[in-house]
Nanobody, 123 residues
């Protein structure tokens, strides 16, 4: 089973950029579909973007054109490049893995989760 550890969160001014990383342990990273979700206080966990094992991606409308999900199989690492950040992007960001390898947008379809990293965007 893959284990996930996020990093790269922090405090940034509106309009700024951050890059999140998710390091995966285990030898089967390439077989997993991967995704980023986020959860703001008092809100449900929200889909941000996903990438399947072939490299195809899908992003939520709320981040399309600003965020980009990518993966480096050689490094067993998932990334989320976040540009033009807005205060409403403030949340804990989680990476997730699906052993199905298929791109999914629902949290319950992912079977491994990281501990999360806080992103705070100041206005």
């Amino acid at each position: 089973q893959v284990q996930l550890v996020e990093s790269g969160g922090g405090l940034v001014q509106a309009g700024g950029s951050l890059r999140l990383s998710c390091a995966a342990s285990g030898r089967t990273f390439s077989n997993y579909a991967m995704a980023w979700f986020r959860q703001a206080p008092g809100k449900e966990r929200e889909f941000v973007g996903a990438i399947n094992r072939s490299g195809s991606t899908y992003h939520a409308d709320s981040v399309k054109g600003r965020f980009t999900i990518s993966r480096d199989t050689a490094k067993s690492t998932l990334y989320l490049q976040m540009n033009s950040l807005k205060p409403e992007d403030t949340a804990v960001y989680y990476c997730a893995a699906s052993s199905s390898g298929v791109l999914r947008v629902t949290a319950m379809q992912y079977d491994r989760w990281g501990q999360g990293t806080q992103v705070t965007v100041a206005s």
